[in-house]
């Protein structure tokens, strides 16, 4: 059935719409959508009449709202996922923060105030980070993947890389590490299989024997079990054995970490030091994940594979922007300062279980619940590292009938909790102390609205 719609003209002048002529580009695009979506209605016999300009206007009114309004808006996280991918990773630090803010406006990104001259971006950086890794050289680009994709082209060609197939992770969102790693044109040749890789499977495909080669690897490609865990009938060689076997064919071992820890942090994730110790040539990770920095990516190895890297047209087309090199510096300066424990991913680490059921417990008093809202919960790392680690912590659990719709409303007042055992639990660990009283308040709001 086809429906009797206003025309475009006639909610465009409604008064609704028609005080803000400068948007008016955007208001006719929302109108002929609105419209559509009416038409697409009736035809599937779900309305039988056109709605009144009045209502039209209104939704498109509502809609102009939602995108006029400056997001990504704040949110807490009361997930109990640490690096929660979908909310930001590594909430940042107070001092990367006011650094971001230093930088935003002009700043002397590649600029010496002495001399007047350019300068490089990474001037005070890469001396900083290098030192904390124990490396010869570092390089920064816009993400994990970015320093992945960078490493393999700028030293992964003309002959490809070999990876086994045991380490072909999936890293969300449907990304594959190979595919990222071939992205600039450097072959990646699979190694083994996928439960066993032997040191004579990397030698064949630096020898150029394996399917489809017609000459030897440039590089082995190491990539860590990020986010999850192999067992059983399984071998793997060991970086060190891989780092020996490259140097005697004369071929680097890049090892992409992901992860990024500098040391300090629970559990048996390796870090970007003990990579470099075991022989890697050049280490990628992610600045954003254990690192607790900015989304960031980072190379660090020899002098000479780093300067291939930095030297190689795709690193200006990777190069971090100028709030991403402060926050980073910020953090640098953190662990360079022995003061890495204030980073707030670290301190969402630090707290044992009773003290965030303590927390938990005074938290249920405000809001005037009783005690027995309180559970024990378990917290994860999340975002790419320690697949299978949890962390005790403690969680209220919100009185409601619905813990679905409660939830719902809750991630529109700004808290994001998790539906669990049917419960809408909200797990302390991963809420910062300081916003415990816009938690109750958000809660409140809800429970009474
Ligand atoms: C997370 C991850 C990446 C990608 O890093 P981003 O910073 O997300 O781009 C690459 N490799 C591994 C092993 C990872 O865990």
Redesign the pocket.
């Known amino acids: 059935m086809s429906l009797r719609l206003p025309r475009v003209d006639r909610i465009l002048e409604h008064p609704a719409l028609a005080s803000s002529p400068a948007l008016r580009t955007i208001q006719k695009r929302q109108v002929h959508e609105v419209l559509a979506e009416l038409r697409r209605r009736a035809q599937a016999g779900e309305i039988a009449e056109a709605p009144e300009v009045e209502a039209i206007a209104g939704e498109v009114a509502r809609r102009l709202a939602e995108v006029m309004t400056p997001r990504p808006r704040a949110l807490i996280n009361a997930t109990g996922v640490l690096l929660h991918t979908n909310l930001g990773r590594a909430p940042l630090s107070r001092e990367a923060v006011a650094a971001m803010t230093a930088a935003a406006g002009n700043c002397e990104l590649e600029f010496e105030v002495e001399t007047g001259r350019r300068g490089s971006r990474l001037t005070w950086l890469r001396p900083l980070l290098a030192a904390l890794l124990g490396t010869e050289d570092v390089h920064v680009v816009n993400?994990?993947?970015?320093a992945?994709l960078l490493a393999c082209t700028a030293v992964g060609r003309p002959g490809g890389v070999v990876l086994s197939r045991g380490q072909m992770?999936e890293?969300g969102d449907g990304f594959r590490?190979a595919e990222m790693a071939a992205a600039g044109g450097a072959q990646v040749w699979e190694a083994g299989s996928t439960n066993r890789t032997h040191v004579a499977d990397y030698a064949a495909g630096l020898a150029g024997e394996l399917p489809g080669q017609s000459a030897g690897a440039s590089a082995i490609l190491w990539?860590?079990l990020?986010?999850f865990l192999q067992a059983g009938f399984v071998h793997q060689p060991t970086l060190g054995e891989l780092a020996a076997l490259g140097r005697e064919r004369g071929a680097p071992l890049i090892a992409?970490?992901?992860?990024g820890s500098l040391g300090g942090i629970a559990g048996d994730e390796p870090t970007v030091q003990e990579y470099l110790a075991q022989g890697a040539e050049l280490v990628t990770c992610?600045g954003?994940?254990l690192l607790g920095g900015p989304?960031a990516?980072l190379l660090a190895g020899s002098a000479a594979l780093v300067g291939k890297c930095r030297r190689h047209p795709l690193a200006r087309a990777l190069r971090p922007d100028k709030t991403t090199v402060a926050a980073l510096h910020a953090t640098a300066i953190a662990y360079a300062s022995g003061q890495a424990e204030t980073l707030p991913l670290r301190r969402m680490m630090a707290p044992a279980a009773e003290q965030l059921r303590a927390r938990a417990g005074a938290l249920a008093q405000l809001l005037g619940w009783p005690l027995g809202q309180v559970r024990d919960s378990e917290a994860t790392v999340g975002g790419?590292s320690l697949p299978g680690d949890v962390m005790a912590s403690a969680a209220l659990a919100v009185p409601t009938a619905d813990p679905t719709a409660t939830a719902a409303a809750l991630r529109r007042a700004g808290v994001v909790g998790r539906v669990s055992g049917g419960e809408l639990l909200l797990d302390l660990r991963t809420v910062a102390p300081e916003e415990e009283a816009a938690l109750a308040t958000a809660v409140r709001a809800v429970l009474t609205g």
């Open positions: 993400n994990g993947a970015a992945l992770v890293i590490v990539v860590h990020s986010n992409d970490l992901g992860s992610s954003d994940k989304q990516g790419g």
